[in-house]
């Protein structure tokens, strides 16, 4: 079992920063692959950002490449989103998930998932 928490949503101006943080603890080799989705009221959960915990390899969706960034800390078990220039478009419930392998956004890849940090942008 893997049980994951984030932290770190709030509600921010458009153009503003946020931090979310993704704590993973029990059977973290469960979690060699970890993302953060994202779901807004009315559509489909969406993948924003992955990485491969073991080699440090990062994957982005389009719409936030250059200003998301995924990254570890192995010290404390946390993988961390910093989002940078967020937009309106950016507000949504965000969740961090845990798996193994296979495609980076498909959240049926992913066993586990955290209970979600909301994210608020006004414009």
């Known amino acids: 079992q893997v049980q994951l928490v984030e932290s770190g949503g709030g509600s921010v101006q458009a153009g503003g920063s946020l931090r979310l943080s993704c704590v993973v603890s029990g059977d973290t080799y469960s979690s060699n692959l970890m993302g953060w989705f994202r779901q807004a009221p009315g559509k489909e959960r969406e993948g924003v950002a992955a990485?491969?915990?073991?080699?440090?390899?990062?994957y982005y969706a389009d719409s936030v490449k250059g200003r998301f960034t995924i990254f570890q800390d192995n010290a404390k078990n946390t993988v961390y989103l910093q989002m940078n220039s967020l937009k309106f478009e950016d507000t949504a419930m965000y969740y961090c998930a845990a798996g193994q392998s296979g495609g980076v956004f498909v959240p049926g890849n992913y066993n586990y998932w955290g209970q979600g940090t909301q994210v608020t942008v006004s414009s």
């Open positions: 990485i491969y915990i073991r080699r440090s390899i990062t």
